[in-house]
C-alpha cells in the first residue's frame, strides 16, 4: 500500500499559519519539528511552564473556536525567534518570540484583530520542550489526500486540504482506506511509525484558511456522508528518519 508524499507542514503557533517545509526529521516520540511550539491563550488556561501538561484547544484562540485567527497571516523563523505577521486593516508586525515583551506585543496585535471574537486577556505562550497538540499522543498527523478529494466530490464544492492542519500530505492510498489502519505499521520516508488512531474531526476545518469564513459544516458533512467524523490519523514515530516531499509512504501489510 504504497504512495507518496506530496507536502509537509508545521504550525509554529497553534491554530495559525501552516508552514510548508522541504523536510523533517522525525525521532521516536517526538512531535513533527517545529510544530505548535507555541499557543495564544485566551483567559487564562492554567499552563505551568515548570510542569507542562495537555491543555484542550478550547482554551486557546484556534479555528474551532476563532474563525477570524484564519485572517491573520503569520511566519515565524526558528532561527531568529522572529513572527512576522500581517491582516488587513492592521500594521504589519514583527517581534521577538523568544523575548517576553515581544510575545506581549503580538498578544496585542492579535487582540486588535480578533475585538469581541476572544474572550480574553490574550497571552502568547511559550511551551519551551512542550508542545500544544491536539491530542497529548497525536504526535504526527497525516493527510490522505484522496480521502480529501473524495469528500469535495461528494459536497461538489473544493476542499482546501490545509483545512485539516496535517503534518505530511500523502498522494495515493485509497480514500479512507486509513480509517482501519489502528496499530499499524507505517513509512515515512526512511523513518518508521505506528498509527495510533484517525483524527476525529472538529470545528476547525469548518473555517475556509484563505477567506476565514466558516463556509462547510465539515463534521456535520462527515457524518452525513460516511456516518463517521474521520479524516486523517494520528502516527506515532518508532524509528528515526527523514520524510521529504516525493519520498515514498507506505503502510505495512497485515
Excluded at 484583530?113 to 497525516?142: C, K, M, N, T, Y
Amino acid at each position: 500500500m504504497s504512495a507518496v508524499v506530496t507536502g509537509l507542514f508545521h504550525h509554529p503557533i497553534k491554530g495559525f499559519t501552516p508552514q510548508a517545509v522541504d523536510r523533517a526529521r522525525l525521532t521516536p516520540a517526538g512531535a513533527f519539528p517545529g510544530d505548535r511550539l507555541f499557543a495564544v491563550e485566551d483567559g487564562p488556561c492554567g499552563f505551568d511552564p515548570a510542569a507542562p501538561s495537555f491543555i484542550p484547544k478550547s482554551r486557546f484562540a484556534v479555528l474551532a473556536r476563532i474563525a477570524e485567527v484564519a485572517k491573520a497571516r503569520t511566519h515565524y523563523d526558528a532561527l531568529t525567534g522572529v513572527l512576522t505577521a500581517r491582516a488587513e486593516a492592521l500594521p504589519d508586525f514583527s517581534a521577538n518570540l523568544d523575548e517576553d515583551a515581544g510575545r506581549a506585543a503580538f498578544a496585542a496585535w492579535l487582540a486588535a484583530l480578533l475585538g469581541e471574537a476572544a474572550r480574553g486577556p490574550l497571552r502568547v505562550i511559550d511551551g519551551r520542550d512542550h508542545r500544544f497538540l491536539d491530542h497529548p499522543l497525536g504526535h504526527v498527523s497525516v493527510l490522505n489526500l484522496n480521502s480529501v478529494r473524495d469528500l469535495e466530490q461528494r459536497l461538489r464544492r473544493p476542499v482546501d486540504p490545509l483545512r485539516f492542519r496535517a503534518n505530511i500530505h500523502v498522494e495515493g492510498w485509497p480514500a479512507w482506506a486509513e480509517n482501519d489502519w489502528r496499530e499499524r505499521e507505517m513509512r515515512l520516508g526512511s523513518a518508521m511509525a505506528r498509527v495510533f488512531q484517525p483524527i476525529t474531526r472538529c470545528a476547525a476545518p469548518d473555517v475556509d484558511p484563505t477567506t476565514a469564513e466558516r463556509d462547510i459544516e465539515v463534521t456535520a458533512e462527515l457524518h452525513r456522508l460516511y456516518g463517521h467524523l474521520l479524516c486523517g490519523v494520528y502516527v506515532q514515530v518508532t524509528g528515526e528518519g527523514v520524510v521529504a516531499a516525493g519520498d515514498i509512504a507506505e503502510i505495512a501489510p497485515l
